[in-house]
């Protein structure tokens, strides 16, 4: 295990989460003290650039998940109680902390999931930002109040005094993909509004995700607030989803977990991002160099491994021809695959793990087997899918059927724009969808027929900026995120009713 050394920074900042072997098994944190597990058990986070282990993970077992769930409830209180000027210091302070570990955590974050330098760094980056605006904003937040006499039949006599509390326990499972943004946008919020929060990072991404929690504890959070438990998923997700102490669910993930988790915690507020699956619709007056450029950012970008990355192209053929020989001649520019660690490399590098990269491999296949064709790309080595474009997709082929989080972008031809509206509405997704034309007006007039959550206009499909509202409808999420959003998602109101003497 790496140690830091930087002014005014103990040295022994991270030392306490791993047992400093090599490769080292990092510890779970229970709220007070980082521990190995008492099952002996462990699963492996595999490099997905070279396959080596660069870390293990401890499985917590249900009585250490029973002992966090304790710690959690029980420490709540005296948090939610400490005044909201304390909790965002302690927000600011992580903030900076982050910025600090901005190069190291980088590194961790390159090795761990293979994301490139400039997107790991600008993922740090966006987080220590994202903070900070987030105490801002909950330093913004006010309650209201509310008369009665402007209801018919109600005289002056009542009053409604609004204010925001906390949820109680909150339980954050972040993604891989964004294994410190997606932990600390449930993090932060949860925390500001007197949220405990038992974070369970992804497997993938775990110890970035352990790193941040040890950020948010050294910044101040008290003992119990935070905590976070590992293991994969399908050993003890079912346990810490269902646990009677968890009063909030916050998750980032594909909508299949997504469904299964929504059906574990019943009566409890839900904080979803799900699959995303985002199509793209270009109208004929579109200007082909800015939808081509856009496309490729969307659909490569990460390879392919973002909720909003663009994974369907619906125009007419003529338009398809001219978009893909623009978007041919771009991409030796944009895109160039091959390891992340390398300076020389753009937008893709190798997907998570060699499986995931198999079953992108298999649906291209299928695909193909299916009538589409191959413009570029398609071929796997090891975790690498080189960046690939398809056309004559159908939007029952298995490509596009379901989301494919890897380098894959696919053409579906149409006849008519209302066509692309069906095929959009009918989809089971419905986070994002762009759609290009000069004609300004004509976009706004067209994304007000699209069922999903956001429409861009002109531009590909994104989070960012972090206050805007994020939000996806049908099997894409559940609740808006965006920093006041969160906020306020984190949070319920609770009236009290002053009933006056007359
Ligand atoms: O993967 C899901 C993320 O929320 C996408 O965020 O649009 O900033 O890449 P992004």
Partial sequence: MVTISLPGMPADFFEPISDHKTPPTYLYFDGTSWKPGESGKTVPVASPIDGSVVGNLPVVTPKEIDAVMAAATSSQPAWE????????????????????????????????????????????????????????????????????????????????????????????????????????????????????????????GGISGLHLVRIFEKAGVPKGVITAVTGTGDVIGDYVVRHDAVSMVAFTGSSDTGLAIAGKAPMKPLLFECGGNNPVVVMPDADMGVTAHEIIKGGFAYSGQRCTGIKYVLTTKAIREQLVEMMLKLMPEMVKAGDPRS????????????????????????????????????????????????????????????ETFGPVVSFVDVNSFDEAVTIINNSSYGLQ??????????????????????????????????????????????????????????????????????
Avoid: C
């Fill in 81 to 204: 109680a400490t005044p909201l000027y304390k909790r965002v210091s302690v927000m600011h302070l992580a903030a900076d902390w982050i910025r600090q570990f901005e190069e190291y955590l980088t590194n961790v974050m390159i090795r761990e999931i293979g994301k490139s330098a400039g997107e790991a760094k600008s993922e740090i980056v966006r987080t220590a930002d994202l903070i900070d605006y987030f105490a801002d904003e909950a330093e913004a937040l006010r309650g209201e109040t509310i008369d009665s006499d402007n209801f018919p039949g109600y005289e002056k006599g009542k009053i409604a005094i609004v204010e925001r509390v906390a949820h109680g326990v909150v339980l954050a499972i972040a993604p891989f993909n964004y294994p410190v943004n997606l932990s600390a946008s449930k993090i932060a919020p949860a925390l500001l509004m007197g949220n405990s929060v038992v974070v369970k990072p992804p497997t993938m």
């Fill in 343 to 402: 300076p020389d490399t753009k937008l893709v590098g190798p997907v998570i793990s060699e499986s995931a990269a198999r079953h992108i491999e298999e649906v291209i296949e299928a695909s193909v087997k299916n009538g589409a064709t191959i413009v570029m790309g398609g071929k796997r080595t090891g975790a690498m899918i080189e960046p690939t474009i398809l056309t004559g997709v159908l939007p029952t082929m298995p490509v596009i059927a379901k």
């Fill in 433 to 502: 969808a762009s759609v290009f034309t000069k004609d300004e007006g004509t976009g706004i007039v067209f994304a007000g027929k699209l069922h999903v959550g956001t429409v861009q206009i002109n531009g590909s499909p994104q989070r960012g900026p972090d206050h805007f509202p994020f939000l996806g409808v049908k099997h894409s999420g559940t609740g808006v995120q965006g920093v006041r959003y969160s906020l306020e998602a984190m949070s319920r109101i609770r009236p009290i009713v002053l009933n006056k003497p007359q």
